[in-house]
């Protein structure tokens, strides 16, 4: 039997109309597959506001919590307003949505009289926007005569104790999907589920953390055995670049599992990486849609897309980073430098986004968010303190305010002259290239440039190199 998991963006359900028009795009889907599981965040914004009342409540501001509660409870009024103004739903509805922003409220008033917050309280905070909301979107399929039912994925998605950042547990994930999703499927219902959310073993709530509700979408693929899985969105697929600094930026219509892997860690906002992992084990094909131009294809992630020799699909900057050196004549052939320079780096729990060597073995320099620069160094300086007192070892130094500028496609695997060309169009516009990186995948390859030459960069290799392929 056909089956496909359609998650729709926190944007995509953020309203009336939207909510109305995702679930016609279900509707419309009805007919060509046998199986409909859909997966919805919560409004756009809900979620923000309901951990910025556990905030302000675990710091003793008892009245933002209490404000924002209003607040909640009349934009969703709204919304179920303008969706079941005729419908004998309606007041049922409002008393579910009273009930969970009670539950907020009491949560945050616990919040206030403890002082903290802890990671478990704000996972249960955080998911009940989720919740709210695939009640929503459930009756409004009702409306349009589809046999809907809300589905909390607590009772679903098994993860670790990790709470805001869970890990599924897939054997037992796939052990409950059978036992609770199959047989409403079979019965022709269509579950709407709450991404974002999980629970351990014993049903403590948990969150998957960014890109959570994609992440839920693809757990839920890879368990249905899905046909494939669409994500909804506000765009119309992945571009070619940014399209506020690249105007014309195009369409992607394919791409690998490795380049989309890529593109994301590099600064793409469209999918997570952790987001494709489950859907990458079982080989489902990923839709990126855009629920308010359904007409347009999107683009259609797979595991081996054709790709021609030496084109570079797409390219993108990350911004906020500071590029830290450690260097020193005397590491020439010293061995355990980087492993200790890394071990030091992560005790202060730095994401590193690159690392470049050079052969002489004289320097190390790693890019890190601009944020953690200042404990990464004082750290690098406790565990190297005597290298720095014997001058093995120069200095450790941030050079701030630079740009990682990565240009991606599978196609740059074994082919030579790729760098070759980047450089060349770099050059050409008198772009400095700080530090270069290449992961042994040849699927992307990665620049250090100064912040304020980036979107020059970006727009010169779009320009020179992308839409010189693609033309």
Same mark, same amino acid.
């Given at each position: 039997?056909? !089956?496909?998991v359609?998650? /729709?963006g926190g944007t995509?359900?953020?309203?009336?109309?939207?909510?109305?028009?995702?679930a016609?795009l279900?509707?419309k889907?009805?007919p060509? *597959?046998?199986?409909i599981?859909?997966?919805?965040?919560?409004?756009?914004?809900?979620?923000?506001?309901?951990?910025?009342?556990?905030?302000?409540?675990?710091?003793g501001?008892a009245q !933002?919590y209490? $404000?924002?509660?209003?607040?909640?409870?009349?934009?969703?009024?709204?919304?179920? %307003?303008e969706l079941?103004?005729?419908?004998a739903?309606?007041?049922a509805l409002?008393?579910?949505?009273?009930?969970?922003?009670?539950? /907020?409220?009491?949560?945050?008033?616990?919040?206030?009289?403890l002082?903290?917050?802890?990671?478990?309280?704000?996972?249960?905070i955080?998911?009940? #926007?989720?919740?709210?909301?695939a009640?929503?979107?459930?009756?409004?399929?009702c409306?349009?005569?589809?046999?809907?039912?809300?589905?909390?994925?607590s009772?679903?998605v098994?993860?670790?104790?990790h709470?805001?950042?869970?890990?599924?547990?897939?054997? +037992?994930?796939?052990e409950r999907?059978?036992?609770?999703?199959?047989?409403m499927?079979?019965?022709?219902?269509? &579950? @709407?589920?709450?991404?974002?959310?999980?629970?351990?073993?014993?049903?403590?709530?948990?969150?998957l953390?960014?890109?959570?509700?994609?992440?839920?979408?693809a757990?839920?693929?890879?368990?249905l055995? %899905?046909d494939?899985?669409w994500? *909804? !969105?506000?765009?119309d697929g992945v571009?070619?670049?940014?399209p506020r600094?690249? &105007?014309?930026?195009?369409?992607?219509?394919?791409?690998?599992?490795?380049?989309?892997g890529?593109l %994301?860690? /590099?600064?793409?906002?469209?999918?997570? &990486?952790?987001a494709?992992?489950p859907v990458?084990?079982?080989?489902?094909?990923?839709w990126?849609k855009n629920?308010?131009n359904? #007409?347009?294809?999107g683009?259609?992630?797979? $595991?081996? &897309?054709?790709t021609?020799?030496?084109?570079?699909?797409?390219?993108?900057?990350?911004?906020?980073?500071?590029? @830290?050196?450690?260097?020193?004549? #005397?590491?020439m052939?010293?061995p355990?430098?980087?492993?200790?320079t /890394?071990? %030091?780096?992560?005790?202060?729990g730095?994401?590193v986004l690159?690392?470049s060597?050079?052969?002489?073995?004289?320097?190390?320099?790693?890019?890190?968010?601009?944020? #953690?620069?200042?404990?990464?160094?004082?750290a690098?300086?406790?565990?190297?303190? +005597?290298e720095?007192?014997?001058r093995?070892?120069?200095?450790? *130094?941030?050079?701030?305010?630079?740009?990682?500028?990565s240009?991606?496609?599978?196609?740059?695997r074994?082919?030579p002259?790729?760098?070759?060309?980047?450089f060349? !169009?770099?050059?050409a516009?008198?772009?400095?290239?700080?530090? =270069?990186?290449?992961?042994?995948?040849?699927n992307?390859? $990665?620049l250090?440039?100064?912040?304020?030459?980036?979107?020059?960069?970006?727009?010169? =290799?779009?320009?020179?190199? =992308?839409?010189?392929?693609?033309d």
């Amino acid at each position: 039997m056909k !089956t496909v998991v359609m998650k /729709f963006g926190g944007t995509s359900v953020g309203s009336a109309e939207a909510i109305e028009q995702a679930a016609s795009l279900v509707r419309k889907a009805r007919p060509d *597959w046998q199986h409909i599981v859909v997966v919805v965040s919560a409004m756009r914004g809900v979620t923000d506001a309901l951990i910025r009342g556990a905030v302000t409540a675990s710091r003793g501001d008892a009245q !933002t919590y209490q $404000s924002l509660v209003a607040d909640l409870r009349t934009r969703h009024a709204r919304v179920v %307003a303008e969706l079941l103004s005729k419908s004998a739903s309606q007041s049922a509805l409002l008393k579910v949505i009273e009930a969970y922003l009670d539950t /907020f409220a009491a949560f945050c008033q616990s919040v206030h009289v403890l002082g903290e917050v802890t990671p478990r309280a704000m996972d249960a905070i955080s998911s009940l #926007g989720e919740q709210i909301n695939a009640r929503i979107v459930a009756a409004q399929l009702c409306e349009l005569g589809i046999y809907a039912q809300a589905v909390d994925a607590s009772e679903l998605v098994v993860t670790d104790r990790h709470f805001q950042e869970a890990a599924p547990l897939m054997d +037992l994930t796939r052990e409950r999907v059978e036992s609770k999703l199959k047989p409403m499927l079979r019965d022709r219902i269509v &579950p @709407v589920v709450t991404g974002f959310v999980g629970a351990t073993e014993d049903g403590v709530t948990t969150t998957l953390g960014r890109g959570g509700s994609d992440y839920s979408a693809a757990i839920l693929g890879a368990a249905l055995d %899905a046909d494939e899985v669409w994500t *909804w !969105t506000d765009v119309d697929g992945v571009l070619t670049a940014d399209p506020r600094i690249v &105007p014309n930026a195009r369409i992607i219509p394919e791409l690998s599992y490795s380049e989309i892997g890529e593109l %994301a860690y /590099f600064g793409a906002k469209v999918l997570h &990486p952790k987001a494709i992992r489950p859907v990458v084990e079982r080989g489902i094909p990923l839709w990126v849609k855009n629920t308010f131009n359904p #007409g347009c294809a999107g683009t259609r992630i797979i $595991s081996e &897309p054709r790709t021609t020799p030496g084109t570079i699909k797409a390219v993108t900057a990350i911004q906020g980073l500071s590029m @830290v050196t450690v260097e020193g004549r #005397g590491m020439m052939g010293v061995p355990g430098i980087a492993a200790r320079t /890394f071990s %030091a780096v992560a005790s202060q729990g730095a994401n590193v986004l690159m690392i470049s060597q050079a052969s002489s073995e004289q320097s190390i320099c790693f890019v890190i968010p601009t944020a #953690g620069v200042s404990p990464v160094i004082t750290a690098l300086e406790n565990e190297m303190a +005597l290298e720095l007192a014997r001058r093995d070892i120069d200095r450790v *130094w941030s050079m701030d305010d630079v740009v990682i500028v990565s240009a991606v496609g599978a196609g740059m695997r074994g082919t030579p002259g790729v760098a070759a060309r980047l450089f060349s !169009t770099l050059a050409a516009e008198a772009i400095n290239v700080i530090a =270069i990186a290449q992961g042994s995948s040849e699927n992307s390859i $990665s620049l250090v440039v100064a912040a304020d030459q980036a979107a020059q960069a970006v727009r010169q =290799i779009h320009s020179e190199v =992308i839409n010189y392929e693609q033309d």
